[in-house]
């Protein structure tokens, strides 16, 4: 197995990023991949963009899934090296051209395998970003058809030691939420504002009550955050007062109840606050990540696998404050996520300056080929 043809792939993947449910493109690469060197079964356009590659060892036995994911981030790239990004305002800012390396390279050891029993499934999975892509799998008949008996996926850590397994009992990522918050005001002459009805100092007291409602300690069970994420106000013609606005906020919680106990809170500083300055609002509800729960049996196999391989554990108690769409796989199926430390000086993930170490490359496939064969040889 040559690991420079994984990374070279990872390179490749980086300098061509597409966002969510656009990764046409980025499909393409992984199924061209994949045929150059292995002749699985390949679903393509599962869920969406998605590709499932079904290697068959035996009709008996579980069926074991590793998961990545297609998709870029809309986020410029400042890196300058080689293989940076082509596209526009679109980056690799996650680290999933990593993880998709990773799981494709990993049929160049499938195929020299021999087990006596069970398949396993390298997914593909789009639009994890907007929350939507693994909901898509989920709904899509063919891959509920491959009746999927463990589920694993893997995300880099930035800040952990290089090639360190990070594990969690439980909660792995919060439950994540956003909202777009719409004010439908009046416009009027700016030298007359009392005609009108200007939403900004709504939208200023809607900042600060929002605010008192957070608990930034990651370690508490009261966990909360909401964070404005976008806001827009009236146009730029300097002779009218601003007749709408919009914000947007981020929440996230430790579970889906105080999920949406937020929610309540929300809106109930919306229909407290907007009637005050005369402004109807609409609230429109999205991107929704909840929680990843790692099943315990397949916790501590990740862990017994760390150990095998001889990798420094690391215990994390508290859940990670990202959403991740992973979640929607661990609601149904026994499932996992484990992180893997991608350096101490790593910039953190979704900055313009972040890289996915291909140092880790080798650590993430011989973590997922271990907990492969200790499934299918037990």
């Known amino acids: 197995m040559s690991i420079e043809k994984i990374k070279s792939l990872r390179k490749e993947l980086h300098r061509h990023p597409e966002l969510s449910g656009q990764e046409v493109g980025t499909a393409a690469r992984i199924k061209k991949f994949i045929e150059?060197?292995?002749?699985?079964?390949?679903?393509?356009?599962?869920?969406?963009?998605?590709?499932?590659?079904?290697?068959?060892?035996?009709?008996?036995?579980?069926?074991?899934?590793?998961?990545c994911?297609?998709?870029?981030?809309?986020?410029?790239?400042?890196?300058?090296?080689?293989?940076?990004?082509?596209?526009?305002g679109i980056s690799h800012k996650c680290g999933h051209d990593g993880h998709m390396a990773i799981v494709a390279g990993l049929v160049l050891w499938l195929?020299?395998?021999?087990?006596?029993?069970?398949k396993v499934v390298l997914l593909f999975q789009p639009a994890e970003e907007t929350g939507t892509g693994a909901q898509g799998v989920l709904n899509d008949e063919r891959f509920s058809a491959l009746n999927?008996?463990?589920?694993?996926?893997?995300?880099?850590?930035?800040?952990?030691?290089?090639?360190?397994?990070?594990?969690?009992?439980?909660?792995?990522?919060?439950?994540?939420?956003?909202?777009?918050?719409?004010?439908?005001?009046?416009?009027?002459?700016?030298?007359?504002?009392?005609h009108g009805v200007?939403?900004?100092?709504?939208?200023?007291?809607?900042?600060?009550?929002?605010?008192?409602l957070n608990n930034a300690d990651p370690t508490k069970e009261d966990f909360r955050l909401c964070v404005p994420i976008y806001s827009s106000m009236g146009v730029k013609a300097y002779g009218v007062s601003a007749g709408f606005g919009e914000i947007h906020f981020t929440l996230r919680t430790r579970s889906v109840e105080k999920m949406e106990k937020l929610k309540r809170d929300v809106n109930?500083?919306?229909?407290?606050?907007?009637?005050?300055?005369?402004?109807?609002?609409?609230?429109?509800?999205?991107?929704?990540?909840p929680a990843v729960i790692n099943d315990d049996n397949c916790n501590e196999i990740i862990i017994e696998t760390a150990k095998a391989n001889q990798y420094d554990i690391i215990e994390k108690s508290t859940a990670f404050k990202f959403g991740e769409d992973f979640g929607w796989f661990s609601e149904?199926?026994?499932?996992?996520?484990?992180?893997?430390?991608?350096?101490?000086?790593?910039?953190?993930?979704?900055?313009?300056?972040?890289?996915?170490?291909?140092?880790?490359?080798?650590?993430?496939?011989?973590?997922?080929?271990?907990?492969?064969?200790?499934?299918?040889?037990?």
Not at 36 to 65: D, M, R
Not at 81 to 87: D, G, I, K, T, V
Not at 198 to 212: H, K
Request: hydrophobic share 35%; aromatic share 10%.
């Open 36 to 67: 150059e060197h292995h002749h699985a079964k390949i679903i393509e356009n599962i869920g969406g963009n998605g590709l499932a590659i079904v290697h068959e060892f035996s009709n008996n036995g579980p069926t074991i899934v590793i998961r």
């Open 332 to 378: 149904k199926y026994k499932a996992a996520m484990f992180g893997i430390g991608a350096g101490l000086q790593s910039p953190a993930l979704h900055q313009a300056n972040y890289e996915f170490p291909d140092e880790i490359i080798e650590t993430g496939m011989n973590m997922f080929k271990r907990i492969i064969k200790k499934i299918l040889t037990s």
């Open 148 to 194: 999927p008996n463990y589920i694993f996926a893997l995300h880099n850590i930035p800040g952990q030691p290089l090639h360190s397994i990070v594990t969690l009992k439980g909660k792995f990522s919060s439950t994540v939420q956003s909202v777009a918050i719409q004010l439908k005001g009046k416009e009027s002459h700016s030298a007359e504002p009392e």
């Open 268 to 289: 109930d500083i919306l229909f407290a606050t907007c009637p005050k300055y005369k402004l109807p609002h609409t609230a429109e509800w999205f991107d929704y990540f």
């Open 198 to 212: 200007n939403p900004a100092l709504c939208i200023a007291e809607l900042i600060q009550r929002f605010d008192t």
């Open 111 to 118: 195929k020299e395998q021999d087990f006596k029993k069970g």
């Open 69 to 88: 994911e297609l998709d870029a981030l809309p986020i410029e790239e400042s890196n300058s090296f080689e293989h940076r990004s082509l596209n526009n």
